[in-house]
């Protein structure tokens, strides 16, 4: 059976949906009143008012009982929604003059957790004494719901429903190699003329991670032979600027050492659009001041372009 419409009507008093609620879950217009600290009279005129702005009879009364009427039941419903949404708002903007405090469990990418987030997080806990942060670096995605972890720096996407997203910076990869090597064995100007050229693989659960590459709108994944393969990137920059071949490393990682000059980026015409630099954190009704604030000050930090790319003279956003 359809439920009949209701009229358009005009609700100009939160005040009167509450009183109209108490009385529906309490069927008395008395135990409303006391529950709501006014008078009888007082709750009577809420819900009068209310089916006078409706145009429609929510409420049956006799001198035993109150009971809803076939309106009442479908009001009563949105009714409820309305006021959780008014009571959310509110323990929102609550939440937001509270002073940051407790544990903090942050969770980050090895090397640009390092470089990068963790000068500001020190940062955020001078400002923010009543805060201890625990920190946990890694490169996997772990589960942040199932280890307790109240936020992530992640470079990429989630796909993880439990998990909200929020982007901070853009990122890519580049393809690089010292002055001095490219002086001994040339630039490649493709990507399959790295097979030609000593490379610097990274391996990843013991496996080597392929480079990417983009050409005409599609992306390519290429597996490099990797003279020297280590499972650290900031190792592989180092042999890369030592000399020692070419590696593909986050801008992150390498964007000082182009800008300074010490390695060069090549194949630059194919550099792969890059996944952004994100905070990930559990879907939470209100997310509490101590995570707020951590991310809120990233994103402020980094609102004129992340510190790898101050300075760049690249073709593409680092």
Partial sequence: MCNPPLPAARLDHVGDLLAFVRVADAQSFTAAAEKLGLSRSAIGKCIARLEQGL????????????????????????????????????????????????????????????????????????????????????DDYIDLVRDGVDVAIRIGGETDSRLVRRVLAPHRLITCASPAYLDRHGAPAAPDDLARHQTLAFTHAGALVPWRYAAAGQERQMQ???????????????????????????????????RAGRLVAVLESVAPAGAPVCAVYPHRRHLAPKVRLLIDGIARAWSAGPPWAAGSDLHHPL
């Fill in 55 to 138: 145009g429609a009879r929510l409420l049956h009364r006799s001198t035993r009982s109150v009971s809803l009427s076939d309106e009442g039941r479908v009001f009563y419903e949105h009714a409820l929604r309305i006021l959780a949404e008014v009571e959310n708002a509110a323990d929102a903007m609550d939440s937001r003059k509270q002073a940051p405090r407790g544990r903090l469990r942050v969770d980050l990418p090895v090397s640009l957790g390092r470089l990068h987030v963790m000068p500001l997080l020190r940062d955020y806990l001078r400002e923010w004494p009543g805060v201890e942060a625990d920190v946990s670096f890694s």
């Fill in 224 to 258: 490099v032979a990797g003279r020297l393969r280590m499972g650290n990137t900031e190792a592989l920059r180092d042999a890369a600027l030592a000399g020692e071949g070419i590696a593909q490393l986050g801008a992150f990682l390498v964007g000082a050492d182009l």
